[in-house]
Each structure stands twice: as structure tokens, then as C-alpha cells.
């Protein structure tokens, strides 16, 4: 089972009903449309990069890998952000998505 970051695990302790305030706006969220959990995972793996969030691309990289999400899906929702949010950035949510799936393999 993953470590949760440390921020997060402290944010929990201090902030409880903040926290259970936010994750139950992701479950709803979650629960208002019909897309599957897989493709919810990817397009929010996509959000996290183009706003640079190396915690958040870990996240939604390891959440899209358990909804069953391939290496080749996450690659490609990176991938398709070039036009979007340029090379530079790509190339480092790619470096953040290797992080988790080397971690996976090994």
C-alpha cells in the first residue's frame, strides 16, 4: 500500500473537517457524470500537469494505475498536453509519472 505524503497525512489530522469536506466534493464529483473511474483518473492526471503539481501527477498516477489505466494510457494523457502546456512541462509531469511507475515495477 502507498505512503500517503506526509502533508496530506498531517493536513488530515489538522484540518478534519476541512479534509472530509474536500473528499467528499471529489466523491460527488465523481458520482455526478458517467464517466468511468479510469478516464476520471486521466483527465485529472492531465489537470495536475499542466498545473505543475509533481504531488498531484504521483496521485492521480497511481489512482489511474489502480482503475486500471496502462502505462501507454498515462504516457499518452502526458503526451497529449505538448500543444497545451508546452514541452518544458510535458517532459517534467513525464519525469513525475516515471516516478510512479518505476516504483510500481520494482
Do not use: C
Not at 6 to 15: A, I, P, S, T
Amino acid at each position: 500500500m502507498q505512503k500517503l505524503p506526509d502533508h496530506y497525512v498531517e493536513l488530515r489530522k489538522r484540518f478534519k473537517g476541512f479534509m472530509k469536506a474536500v473528499d467528499n466534493l471529489g466523491k460527488a464529483a465523481s458520482a455526478s457524470g458517467p464517466l468511468d473511474e479510469k478516464t476520471s483518473q486521466l483527465i485529472q492526471l492531465a489537470a495536475a500537469a499542466a498545473m505543475k503539481s509533481e504531488g498531484a501527477v504521483h496521485s492521480h498516477t497511481r489512482r489511474a494505475l489502480k482503475a486500471g489505466a496502462k502505462d501507454e494510457d498515462i504516457y499518452h494523457t502526458i503526451i497529449l498536453l505538448t500543444s497545451t502546456i508546452g514541452f518544458p512541462a510535458v517532459s517534467a509531469a513525464l519525469s513525475w509519472v516515471d516516478d510512479v511507475i518505476r516504483t510500481n515495477r520494482g
